[in-house]
Structure formats: C-alpha cells, structure tokens
C-alpha cells in the first residue's frame, strides 16, 4: 500500500497526462460511445500539441498580449500585520476579463483552432468562463455558442450582456435545475450532436479524459509564476499556499507549482455555505462520497440514492457538487488537504483584504483569504502564498443586495 502510495505521488508530481485517464480510482471517461472517438482524438492531439515548441511559444505568446502574463505576486503587509504572517497575493485578478478562468479558455482555443473545427461551445454558472470563453473565441477567430442556466442569467445580468458583447450566441438553459449542471448537460447535447465540427471548451479541472489534465496544464503557469516569484521576490519557498476550490482548476494550477517541494504545504478552502447543521454547502472534497458526474469518476454531493444534493455558496463559482479528480487523489495520497470556509467567513476576508490592501478580491477568493488567515492563526509568522482567483467587480450586485444570493 505505501509502495503504492508513493509512487502514485511519484507520478503526480511527475505529472505526465495519465495513460488511463485516471487519478488513482478517480478520473477517467464515463460518456456515450459518440464521444469516445472524439475524446481520444483531443487526447492525441492536445498531448502532442502541449509538447510541440511552436505552440508552446504561441500559447506563451498570447498569455502575455491577450492575458497580461506574467501576473504580479503581490506582498500583503496589511494582512500580514493583521495575520501574524507574512502574506503574498498571486494576482489572477489581474488577468484579461479578471479572473483565472481565461488561462484555460485561451489555451484550449488555441487547440480548437488547431483541430480545424468550425464553432465552440461552452457552459457557464455564473458566467465568468463564458465571459472568458467568449473572449478566447474572438481572439482565435471562431464562432461561440454559451450554454447558460435561466436562473443564473438572472442572477448575472452583467455576465450575460458581457459575452454577447464579445460575440457569443447564448442559449439559456430551461430543463433541470436551470444552473451550471443542467447548462453542462446540455453544452455536452450539442457537441454530442456534432462531435468532429464543434470543440467543447469545458471551464475546469473536471468532466471526462483529457479535460482534468488538460485544463490543469494550461492552468499551472500560476504555480509555476509564483513559484520563480516568491523565490526571486519573497526570499525562498512559501511554507503554504493556499487556494479557493470549486471545481478546483485554480487550486491545481497553484498547487502545480509546489507539488514537488515536499515543505510547502498545500491547502484548499472549500465552500461551506451558512455552515449550520444540514445546511447546503458544496464542500465536495470535505463531505462527498465517489460517484459519477460529467463523465468523470469523482466525489459527489449525492444523498443514498446517488442522487445529486442542492448545493449552496455565497460564491457562484464554488458552488459545483463535484470537484476535479486530481484533487481527490492528492487528498487521499496526504499531499494536499482541504478544508471549508462558511459563507460570513468569506465575506468577512473580502472585507478585510479590500480595507487593507486596496484589492477587491472575488467572493470565490475571499474563502481562500479566510482559510489563509485561519491556517495563519496556528502558524506565526509563516510565509503564505494565497491564489487570488478573481477581482469581485463580478460580486458587487450580490454585495449590495441588488440580486438575491439563491
Ligand atoms: C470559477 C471561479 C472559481 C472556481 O473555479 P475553479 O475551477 O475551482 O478554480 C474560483 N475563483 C473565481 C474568481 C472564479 O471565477
């Protein structure tokens, strides 16, 4: 069992695309027989693609004139004089359409225009990945259809307006439970409809093989940036670093970074909702049990039937009920650990590091701050780099009470 333990991680840190599809028991291709052909021609040819010099140098090249990469590594002494610690902000905020979520979107466009297909198409919750969908599409010269929910349209007025701005088509979405999982649903009906002339652009580290690696490749340039950046920057390695999880994409980018340096404890903060006993939350990692979702084996919100559980974040993009494979894995190897923030928690840190730094961060990021400064307490004067997702421009109606939270 060690034996198998350690070189399971062995091959996590090494972070080849797994040949089976899997992260240990989790992960792999749970989809109709349409798809498989499809998925194993995006396998080869984003394995290929990802190790080819030419589209590494434009994918590097875009990062930096479409994206803003490098993106800044911030010191946070007025959090760090409040924690007790000395606090470094990886600045995703600072990225085109202000979040982490376009460091995916870009890539796998890139990839989509080198595949030849004719149009893309993509889900959204909350509308932050359609927004960087939609933006990475114009960018690359392809048409773009959003699947979105009803009920986060609503929700997210400015989001919706935003993509078709940027040119998208967006279908909303009226069957299920008119939010991400039914627009996932339906965005994988498309595609399914024709799998060889439209390329799912899929917004996290989940769903069926390739997209968990996939999309954790393209996200890894946060980790790998804050890694040069605390060494050049902050003196050393970070003794943690700390990240928000919904369906985990940021976190493992960060994580990516630190994997192999067995010092730098790494740490996610899933959302714990209102936190009272029975309440919805969508702390996956924490509370979940393996089940299967959007083709991938992994843990679930589902009650004794397999049925999936309402979820609930005071953070639109946390609130998923599963999470990215990868991230079981490094759970159950002891590499990683996870923990959960309540909803006042996180509105209590986006409050905090607004006054004191003079950064709005994203409700999503707020619960990573809030779990940074928990972790802090026990650990003074400690070195933390904390993943800041997101800018909470998005946030401001659900702040002011202008839309209901759900
Ligand atoms: C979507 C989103 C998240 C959650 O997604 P992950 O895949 O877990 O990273 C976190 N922060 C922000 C700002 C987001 O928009």
Redesign the pocket.
Known sequence: MTMTKNSLLAELIEGAPPSDGRFGPYGGRFVPETLMAVLQRLERKSIELLADSGFKAELKAEQRDFIGRPTALSPAPGLGERWGAEVYLKR??LCHT????INNALGQALIAKRLGVSRIVAET??G??GVATAAAAARVGLPCTVYMGVIDARRQKPNLERMKLLGAKVILVETGDQTLRSAIDEAMRDWVSDPDGTYYLL????GPHPYPWM?REF?SVIGHEARNQMIARGGGLPDVAV???????????LFRGFVGDPEVELLGIEAGGRGGDGDPHSATLGKGSPGVLHGAMTPLLQDAHGQIEDTHSI????D?PG??PEHALLRDLGRARYESVTDDDALDALHECSSAEGIL?????S?ALAGAKRWAASHPGARIVVGL???GD?DIQLLTGEVPHD
């Open positions: 995703e905020d202000g979040a982490h979520k919750g909350a932050q990945h917004g996290s580290v989940v999309v996200q990240a928000c999880v919904g369906g985990g994409s940021n976190a493992i980018g953070a639109p993009g946390l998923y999470v990215g961060p994203a409700l999503e990021s619960h997702s997101g800018r998005k």
